[in-house]
């Protein structure tokens, strides 16, 4: 089961990690400071301790809290003008002391007023992009591969008395309605069952989805279901040697897309149709998007997958049928 609190905790832990950065660098410029320069190191120990130099003066009742608080007020500020005099003596300024925060305006704690601070969305983004990134089998020419450069002379004009469209008018509905979820992703809710024979299209249809979401910035994980549920089916039974195992898993749950690809070629037993429909139904339900790439047409998922599994895709997914010739094939032919 899903569960936000392991990328939560290690969010939190790169907080507290930058903290003790910080800590170890402020303090290693103090001592660099108090080699070069001993007299600094000497008004810090006067200005630590002189409250409690002056405080007992109270004790002896020659003076009362207010008047020792004013006192100790005027000494401290004294010292701090004496230490600036010194710093600035050897071309130095308060500052020098100063470590950066990586954040200003949460200071590094991940929370401003209460609220996620942007930058703390930031680290959740940057690690699902690597998460994305590790566990991925982005197609390698993806970043050749756009919209602009679809080639649909490859898919017949003439009319499927199937679908009553040509392949080739069906083709280009179908890129349209793919670049319109790319368009709208983020602002509108969608998922999409990419189904045909082999051949026709959908692994390069994804591939230009992926090329724009990724260029846009957005966490996309692209496996085939084969390998995606070998690798869920690892993590529940502890067999992974993949650093961050866990965390990768809540990852493919929680991606900006997930696109699983070659549908229906996984060993299918009772175990992966339960991670199956969890899977699907904790992303519907979180309203994170969700590409299934396949060669099973609707009757085949009704009788392959349990009810709860087929009822979730015809009716949670937007359906676009491929048909046409193997684009393979008819590549090889024109090349011939």
Do not use: W
Not at 46 to 72: N, Q
Not at 76 to 98: C, P, Y
Request: hydrophobic share 35%; proline share 2%; glycine share 4%.
């Amino acid at each position: 089961m899903f569960n936000t609190g392991v990328i939560e905790k290690h969010i939190t832990s790169e907080y507290a990690r930058l903290e003790q950065v910080r800590k170890d660098l402020a303090q290693e410029r103090q001592s660099t400071v108090y080699s070069l320069i001993p007299e600094i190191a000497d008004i810090d120990r006067e200005i630590a301790t002189v409250g409690i130099r002056l405080s007992s003066r109270i004790i002896d009742g020659g003076v009362s809290s207010s008047a020792l608080e004013d006192e100790i007020k005027a000494e401290i500020s004294a010292l701090k003008q004496r230490r600036a005099d010194v710093l600035r003596a050897h071309n130095m300024s308060e500052d020098v002391f100063d470590v950066p925060y990586q954040c200003a305006l949460c200071k590094d704690t991940g929370t401003v007023d209460g609220k996620k601070c942007i930058c703390y969305k930031q680290k959740v983004k940057k690690f699902m992009t690597e998460a994305a990134s590790r566990i991925s089998n982005i197609p390698i020419d993806f970043e050749n591969t756009g919209f602009k450069k679809v080639d649909f002379s490859f898919y017949s004009k003439e009319v499927d008395d199937k679908i009553g469209v040509s392949p080739y008018d069906n083709a280009r509905n179908i890129y349209r309605t793919c670049l319109d979820f790319c368009k709208n992703f983020g602002k509108s809710y969608e998922n999409l069952y990419i189904y045909g024979p082999a051949g026709v299209g959908k692994t390069h249809l994804t591939s230009c989805v992926v090329a724009e979401l990724i260029n846009s910035g957005h966490a996309v994980i692209y496996q085939t279901a084969y390998k995606l549920f070998s690798f869920l089916e690892d993590c529940r039974f502890m067999r992974s040697n993949l650093p961050d195992a866990e965390l990768l898993k809540n990852a493919v749950y929680d991606c900006d897309l997930l696109i699983i690809d070659d549908f229906g070629t996984e060993f299918i037993t009772s175990y992966t149709q339960a991670v199956l429909f969890d899977l699907i139904n904790t992303r519907i339900l979180e309203k994170r998007p969700t590409i299934i790439n396949s060669n099973l047409n609707l009757r085949d998922v009704r009788s392959t997958y349990t009810d709860r599994i087929s009822s979730r895709i015809m009716g949670e997914f937007t359906l676009l049928r491929f048909v046409g010739e193997d684009i393979r094939l008819l590549k090889k032919e024109r090349s011939i």
